[in-house]
């Protein structure tokens, strides 16, 4: 197996501190030696700055980046920016979709990001109908991660309802649909047979795609359906996510059509759990916030978008006491920067609250690091750590953001200062992915961005 030794002026082990002049082995795709305190050896691959852990973007729609600048000017909410969000989705095939997920992977990869999580329900061809692969769009965003050099979890989303009153899917959604519970688990589980016997066709090689479920809302699924998604998931150890208490409008329908909130129908449900993600999660009443601790249910935080679309800003603290581990995503990729992420969810939460600290640096780096790998099925990464997936990201300490950052404390001016530009170099799997802030498979990420962008948009 191919042995790489790295060396990193400073890098996070863990805990509070930073640990210096730390020679780190990877062997294929694992680190196989983690040694602090040891200056470069000869031939040793220097990685400047701060070394982290990989970063995990839990939360993405890699079909949303084409709205970027296109949406925020204007007024509206989440519901008029949904319909020209189905403009876009309404436009995508196989081909095209492969491009758009390429480049937006390959901006996350010179962002930090190595492992992502695709809520993904595109999975039928524009007005319905099947595709003769009828995980064609699937597979495009496969191979897009794969040609962009990080890891993904396919989360495949159930859709088979236009609102929480059970009416039918029309217009774009009908894209989204597979008709009822049994053909959407049909449909996943070939999904899953095929990633696997890649896996085995290629002795361990194409190991970067994993598959796991996704229940699109309770407006999206109904009660059966939801508990459904949840025992398919549960019998493949599989991560399974969902849009949760998004919209204020969402509660009040659920409440409305079965009387509960809809963290209390996910928990009759069988919904909730600890491989369970609640993405969003804003608009929670105490209740709410108990039922997804004590479960040890995980919450997705995607502040840029949530503040972008006037969502709101969700109990984070309080969801971390009770149990619940936090993590992050770009969702709507109105940024792509985990720095900023992480942050936000300690800076809005001063703004809704009054209060500081609510949330430590390295509790921060933690839900952009394990517990984001934990939520989408990546429990072996996260880490810099023996036996660890090798993914390392160096964030350079000399740029106008960080100049001048403490040495005693790294890690808070890394978490409140940094910028996904301050990636220099990442490693993936043991493969070097970004370099000199540079990637190393995709030439021109702004010039593949701008063409797969114009060919799916007006």
């Given amino acids: 197996m191919p042995v790489t030794v790295w060396h990193a002026d400073r890098a996070w082990l863990g805990g509070e501190r930073v640990a210096r002049d730390v020679l780190i082995e990877t062997r294929a795709d694992r680190i196989a030696a983690v040694e602090p305190g040891r200056p470069p050896p000869p031939g040793a691959r220097r990685l400047p700055g701060l070394v982290l852990p990989g970063l995990a973007n839990a939360h993405s729609h890699a079909f949303h980046r084409a709205l970027r600048g296109r949406t925020h000017g204007g007024r509206g909410d989440f519901w008029s920016w949904r319909e020209r969000m189905y403009q876009v989705a309404a436009r995508l095939e196989p081909d095209t979709y492969h491009a758009l997920a390429r480049a937006a992977y390959a901006e996350m990869a010179l962002a930090g990001v190595t492992a992502v999580g695709e809520f993904h329900y595109l999975h039928h061809p524009p007005g319905g109908g099947r595709y003769a692969d009828p995980n064609a769009m699937a597979g495009a965003l496969a191979a897009a991660a794969r040609d962009a050099g990080v890891r993904l979890t396919l989360l495949d989303a159930c859709y088979l309802q236009a609102d929480v009153d059970g009416s039918p899917l029309a217009g774009p959604q009908l894209r989204f649909g597979d008709g009822d519970a049994g053909r959407w688990a049909e449909r996943a589980g070939r999904l899953a047979e095929r990633v696997q016997a890649e896996l085995a066709e290629s002795h361990g090689q194409a190991g970067g795609v994993r598959v796991g479920a996704a229940i699109h809302s309770v407006r999206a ?12 998931a549960g019998a493949r150890h599989a991560p399974l996510h969902l849009h949760l208490s998004e919209q204020p409008r969402e509660n009040q329908a659920c409440l409305a059509v079965t009387g509960r909130t809809p963290a209390g129908l996910c928990a009759d449900t069988g919904v909730l759990g600890e491989r369970t993600t609640a993405v969003h999660a804003t608009h929670l009443t105490g209740d709410d916030v108990a039922l997804l601790g004590g479960s040890s249910t995980a919450v997705c935080l995607c502040p840029t978008t949530e503040r972008d679309l006037a969502d709101g800003i969700g109990p984070a603290a309080r969801l971390a006491a009770a149990g619940a581990p936090l993590c992050l995503g770009s969702d709507s990729h109105a940024v792509v920067d985990l720095f900023e992420e992480a942050r936000a969810v300690e800076l809005d ?9 609510q949330h430590r640096a390295t509790d921060l780096l933690a839900a952009a690091t394990r517990h984001g790998m934990r939520s989408i099925g990546w429990e072996e990464a996260g880490a810099i750590e023996p036996g660890r997936l090798a993914d390392l990201v160096a964030v350079r300490l000399d740029t106008p953001r960080l100049a001048g950052a403490p040495a005693d404390d790294l890690l808070a001016a890394v978490v409140f200062a940094a910028a996904a530009a301050d990636v220099s170099h990442v490693v993936a799997g043991g493969r070097l992915v970004v370099d000199g802030g540079r990637h190393t498979r995709v030439d021109d990420v702004p010039a593949a961005l701008s063409s797969a962008i114009a060919a799916v948009v007006d």
């Fill in 221 to 232: 699924v109904p009660p059966a359906a939801m508990r459904a998604v949840a025992a398919w």
């Fill in 349 to 357: 939460e001063r703004l809704a609250t009054l209060r500081r600290g």
